[in-house]
């Protein structure tokens, strides 16, 4: 998907929304556990609730690979049964030396390889370029970085001075130089969003990922208000406060009307903001 693209589906949708489908076997209803599938069971019914609300779906692939093989084959499945029209991301935070870098980006893009072909991934660029590069090496596909992330322990590294500039600063300048707008994108919590300015100042124009609103707290206009570009330039994630609405079996409606009501919520903030 391009970023044009992203951007239409955004427009004609009213919503900057990515459903994270952090599917835990332990929280599902229990109904499901019955079902030959029940991570795809539930993902199915979650997708079809939402996908007229979002236009994006992140499966944390931790959740699935904690299954082994049964866990990789409900993955495939998800990943096959989102509609196309929707922006997928891998929220892998994969990143390692270069010849391991592409075989990661291998697992998530090639799905000769592995029966996976998302639109992304999130990459952590702690290594540096050649543990980004790989991912990038795969054509119309895009790289996540991390820069700011929405967890208490982020200001342990992300913050630190280098030479005058916290180092998520320095992620973000550097990144730069490897791929432009059109092929990178940049994890930004919405915990952090007193620094939406400052990070606006020195990537203008890429899209970003925020975490962090909804369970975690993160407050959606200030996101909006700072974070927005001249191309809405958001993916605003929620996935606790959506897909565990309900652990009954009116989970995919409940699920629904919590998507719902965040669609309306950016809407307002499109006109506003954008």
Same mark, same amino acid.
């Given at each position: 998907m391009?970023y044009?693209?992203?951007f239409q589906?955004?427009s004609?949708?009213r919503?900057?929304?990515?459903?994270?489908?952090?599917t835990d076997?332990?929280?599902?209803?229990?109904h499901?556990?019955?079902?030959?599938d029940p991570?795809?069971?539930?993902?199915k019914?979650?997708?079809?609730?939402?996908?007229?609300?979002?236009?994006?779906?992140?499966?944390?692939?931790?959740?699935?690979?904690?299954?082994?093989?049964?866990?990789?084959?409900?993955l495939?499945?998800?990943v096959?049964?989102i509609?196309?029209?929707h922006?997928?991301?891998a929220?892998?935070?994969?990143?390692?030396?270069?010849?391991t870098?592409?075989?990661?980006a291998?697992a =998530?893009?090639?799905k000769? *390889?592995? $029966? %996976?072909?998302?639109?992304?991934i999130?990459?952590?660029? /702690?290594?540096?370029s050649d543990s980004?590069?790989p991912?990038?090496a795969?054509?119309?596909k895009?790289?996540?970085?991390?820069?700011?992330?929405?967890?208490p322990?982020?200001?342990?590294?992300q913050?630190?001075?280098?030479?005058g500039?916290a180092?998520?600063?320095n992620?973000?300048?550097?990144?730069?130089?490897?791929?432009?707008?059109?092929?990178?994108?940049?994890?930004?919590g919405?915990?952090?969003?007193?620094d939406?300015?400052?990070?606006?100042?020195?990537i203008?124009?890429?899209?970003l990922?925020v975490p962090?609103?909804?369970?975690?707290g993160?407050?959606?206009?200030?996101?909006s208000? =700072?974070?927005?570009?001249k *191309?809405? $330039? %958001?993916?605003?994630?929620?996935s606790r406060?959506?897909? /565990?609405?309900?652990n009954?079996?009116?989970?995919a409606g409940?699920?629904?009307?919590?998507?719902?009501a965040?669609?309306q919520?950016?809407?307002?903030?499109?006109?506003k903001?954008?």
């Open positions: 391009t044009q693209e992203l589906q955004i004609t949708k919503s900057y929304l990515c459903v994270g489908l952090d076997i332990q929280k599902i209803p229990a499901l556990l019955k079902t030959d991570i795809f069971e539930f993902n019914q979650i997708i079809d609730a939402t996908a007229d609300y979002c236009v994006s779906y992140k499966p944390n692939i931790a959740f699935y690979e904690a299954l082994g093989p049964k866990g990789w084959e409900s495939q499945k998800t096959a049964y509609p196309k029209s922006f997928t991301i929220d892998a935070k994969r990143g390692d030396i270069g010849n870098s592409g075989l990661y291998r =998530f893009f090639d000769s *390889s592995s $029966g %996976l072909d998302f639109d992304s999130t990459v952590a660029p /702690y290594m540096g980004v590069t991912f990038l795969f054509e119309d895009w790289v996540i970085l991390l820069a700011l992330t929405s967890n322990g982020s200001a342990d590294f913050r630190l001075d280098v030479e500039s180092l998520y600063e992620v973000l300048r550097t990144s730069q130089t490897w791929a432009g707008a059109e092929r990178m994108m940049y994890v930004v919405a915990t952090q969003a007193s939406f300015e400052k990070i606006r100042t020195i203008p124009d890429h899209f990922l962090g609103v909804g369970a975690q993160g407050n959606l206009e200030e996101v208000k =700072f974070g927005m570009n *191309s809405c $330039g %958001l993916l605003v994630n929620a406060s959506i897909i /565990y609405a309900s009954g079996t009116d989970f409940k699920a629904k009307q919590e998507a719902a965040l669609q919520e950016m809407a307002i903030y499109l006109d903001y954008l």
